[in-house]
């Protein structure tokens, strides 16, 4: 059973338009949500995180959403750029987990 | 979907004692496996990158004799902490690449917490 779930595994975007990667988890207890970038050959970075005490947290181009009734969350990267083009994964944690999402591959084209 | 387990979930042990943790992949096989650390503020460090049959290739900082991996077969690979000592304690997390599929999907297993008293 998976506990997060990113149900888009590509997404294609123009440059300078907004991306929007969504997650969503099944687990009430995660109290912590984090977004990581990966690009090919490295491993996972870390990129915007929020508590589940907020429903909102921004960082330049990047804002993360929380939506605790319907257990969603989502990326936003507005304006997307070339260099965005990566695998997104979102996480979810608690006490003594953190769960991962399958990644969604964003591709932002010119 | 590809489930990635790790076992022990949780395991604390004393200073100086080796600790071994498993990662396998359930329903797919792995032809590369990877191992991070989460460290404080949650970020990820991978620590080294293991393929089937072969050593695995650590990431500089990474002590090799120290954090011991084994990819046996291509639905196993092992961490060995040896001679664990308390800054070693961490949550460590395994993720695996199918064999066959789209490059660069990972499945993280849910990660395993070592505290060294």
């Known amino acids: 059973d998976q506990q997060v779930k990113q149900n888009s595994p590509s997404l294609s975007v123009q440059e300078g338009r907004i991306s929007i990667l969504n997650c969503d988890y099944t687990?009430?207890?995660?109290?912590?949500f984090l977004w990581y970038k990966k690009y090919p050959a490295e491993g996972p970075t870390f990129l915007i995180s929020?508590?589940?005490?907020?429903d909102k947290n921004e960082d330049g181009r990047f804002t993360v959403f929380l939506n605790k009734s319907a257990k969603h969350l989502s990326l936003h990267i507005v304006p997307s750029q070339p260099g965005d083009s990566a695998v997104y994964f979102c996480?979810?944690?608690?006490?003594?987990?953190?769960?991962f999402g399958t990644g969604t591959r964003l591709q932002v084209f010119p | 979907g590809a489930v990635v387990s790790q076992h022990p979930s949780r395991v604390i042990c004393k200073s100086g004692t080796s600790v071994k943790i498993e990662c396998r992949s359930l329903?797919?096989?792995?032809?590369?496996m990877f191992w991070y650390r989460q460290f404080p503020k949650k970020s990820l460090m991978l620590m080294a990158t293991s393929n089937e049959g072969s050593k695995a290739t650590y990431e500089q900082g990474v002590e090799k004799d120290k954090f011991l991996i084994n990819h046996a077969s291509l639905t196993l690979s092992t961490l060995t902490v040896t001679s664990a000592h308390p800054e070693d304690s961490s949550f460590y997390i395994c993720s695996a690449e199918a064999a066959s599929g789209v490059a660069d999907t990972q499945y993280f297993g849910p990660g395993t917490r070592l505290t060294v008293l």
């Open positions: 996480a979810a944690s608690s006490v003594d987990k953190l769960i």
């Open positions: 929020i508590s589940s005490i907020k």
């Open positions: 329903d797919f096989q792995a032809t590369t």
């Open positions: 687990n009430s207890m995660f109290d912590y």
